[in-house]
């Protein structure tokens, strides 16, 4: 038996290969096609954390984990899915990979354009491709994104939720308010996700993952080769991991528009650990949705957590305030449920202010590659483009 | 000034083209890269009504209509798109290009993909395109489908609706309900089209077809080169055409389930004459949505309807009733609202009754395309294909 990763080469890949090689008894087969290091290149940025060549960092947690293999592989090609199909007959497939970024998907239509068909055809031909192969009972698990919901004025439910209209009573997914062409791409997946076990029963899982700070899991701390990579860029960084590099730069931390409205947080430990709760908890009968995160923050108390943090690192950090680009709601109080989620994670593993010192203190340990990339905080033209 | 018009080779396109030339003040420029000819000469395959080589039909067309002309090329490449834009400089988009079959996108993993990524891909690229040549002010007219709402069991919404859950309201579109991969698509274009329409203003009107019957319109009755295709096959007919093919070919007519479902109808003529409505009314401030269907009818109505009508062409129709393969809820009532659509159509011009007139009528003239063919009215191997 064996377990299927993709996006293994990812922010949050790298780790959750790592967790799943040490938890499950299954053979672990991280796929990647290594397009992430490829589009942070493109935007003129690199991992702050340095990360080893492909080989030389795949060999050293093979070396680790014994249960652990690397494929190279474009998911979007229906053949290769096909064949990983066919040879390692997976009892499941956690799926990780994406164009994970809102962003780079709105730079233009190409970028659009390469983000929701690449995303889109990954899902679908993974789940094509165990249907297929007779793998109809494999537990499909994905992490999408919080963002597919937008700024309702209701609670964000978990999963699917009763609604009156005129008289009618029903129970319907989530609807498409997602607001980039990116995160648009994960409601697409989790329409497709209700398809193909609507279909054929596919059992999935659904990890709609809060925004994502930390650099260190328990198995990378110990370790440089297997360090996660760590982006501070405009388009590939997380919020809290952008902010914690301008204040490391020594750039003022920038806040858009208020800052008040409320994002849903976790921790990268805590998203790697649930990651793997989901794999282990066992296929469930229908799709079975999970808000993954630990805690909504508001961005000014983010920024005000790193200026404080800060100073444990001789840090003096500077908040600023900047008009808005985005389109959203400001104040928006965001109410997500979450039990089945925080059932499914635990115990939370690192909260913000931990999770920050961990960043802070990576980063001030490799702060070398920040230098001569501060440009990079902030949108702006494309390497090769005017 | 000119209009634009994709899938203009198709069975609702072509006489919509012809009607937009014959409406219109501006230039009607239609777009077909003639891929329903290959996909239903793939399934094995034929229009009932001959349809002359595009060339020749064009020509004749053109020949009618001085306003009118035809450009090849496919919609996916998103340079050709552009250069649509830039060339023509639309006042409106009405974008009927797409592959349309639901059985089509059910028969494999494939066709699955295909239809999801081209149909996906082809709206984004209209929709990126209108904005990167500044044309966020052009109208853009797309038709989806009825199936995106699958069966609800409340009243079907025309546009956003009002929903409570746990204390808070909040208006939302449709969510993704749709059962085939096809339907899926048109989901996902509604969920784009609102994106765009958020991020950019662009104006949208979103035409949600129900079934389609019939064969002639105004335009392509007094010509024989004017007319449209006819299919007849499972895969592309539908089901109303497919009926009174089977009638005319002297096949019973076949019934899934107790026919007892209520389906969304409406006539080619009036699904015509609305696009083009759609058209004259100008660009809407936000996304319209409009169900367009004149009356829900039940399967079991129309065989019987068919078979009543084809004693005026002395047809002995027997209804035949056969196990559903598909996933649906029977007996389902569907209620759909659809009180903007029935102003934007103005007076229905074609009921069922006289769809299935007109339809027996050029079936009868036309039937030999049948002959040989009688095994398309069935699910079955594609051509080539074991």
């Not at 066919?86 to 962003?103: C, F, G, N, R, T």
């Not at 020594?250 to 409205?261: A, D, I, R, W």
Request: net charge negative.
């Amino acid at each position: 038996m064996a377990v299927i990763l993709t996006g293994g080469d990812g922010y949050v890949g790298w780790p959750t290969a790592l967790r799943m090689a040490s938890e499950l008894d299954e053979r672990v087969v991280a796929v990647d096609d290594l397009s992430r290091r490829r589009w942070v290149e493109e935007c003129g940025s690199v991992s702050a954390v340095p990360v080893a060549p492909p080989g030389e960092r795949t060999a050293a947690a093979k070396e680790r984990y014994g249960n652990l293999s690397f494929v190279a592989g474009d998911l979007t090609d229906r053949d290769f899915v096909k064949s990983l199909m066919d040879i390692y007959e997976p009892s499941a497939v956690v799926h990780l990979a994406a164009q994970p970024s809102a962003p780079y998907s709105q730079i233009n239509g190409e970028r659009a354009l390469d983000t929701q068909t690449g995303n889109v055809s990954m899902t679908l031909n993974l789940l094509w491709a165990l249907r297929e192969a007779g793998l109809e009972n494999s537990h499909f698990v994905e992490t999408t994104t919080m963002g597919v919901y937008g700024a309702p004025e209701f609670p964000v439910p978990e999963g699917e939720f009763e609604v009156e209209y005129r008289g009618g009573r029903d129970t319907i997914p989530y609807p498409a308010m997602a607001g980039s062409w990116y995160h648009m791409t994960k409601t697409m997946d989790a329409a497709n996700m209700r398809l193909a076990n609507r279909q054929w029963g596919q059992p999935c899982s659904d990890l709609r993952t809060a925004i994502v700070y930390g650099t260190e899991t328990e198995e990378t701390r110990g370790s440089d080769t297997l360090k996660t990579r760590f982006d501070f860029d405009y388009y590939f960084g997380t919020v809290v991991n952008r902010f914690c590099a301008q204040a490391v730069a020594g750039y003022p931390v920038t806040v858009y528009g208020k800052g008040e409205q409320r994002k849903p947080m976790i921790s990268l430990e805590d998203t790697v650990q649930s990651t793997v709760n989901a794999v282990t908890a066992g296929a469930p009968g229908g799709v079975e949705v999970y808000n993954q995160a630990t805690r909504p923050i508001a961005i000014v108390e983010l920024a005000d957590t790193i200026a404080e943090v800060g100073t444990e690192f001789d840090l003096d950090v500077e908040v600023k305030h900047f008009e808005n680009p985005r389109e959203e709601k400001e104040e928006h109080e965001m109410v997500v449920e979450n039990d089945r989620f925080t059932k499914l994670l635990g115990e939370q593993r690192q909260d913000l202010e931990e999770g920050v010192r961990d960043v802070l203190g990576t980063l001030v340990r490799y702060g070398d590659a920040l230098r001569g990339h501060e440009d990079r905080f902030l949108p702006g033209v494309l390497k090769g483009q005017s």
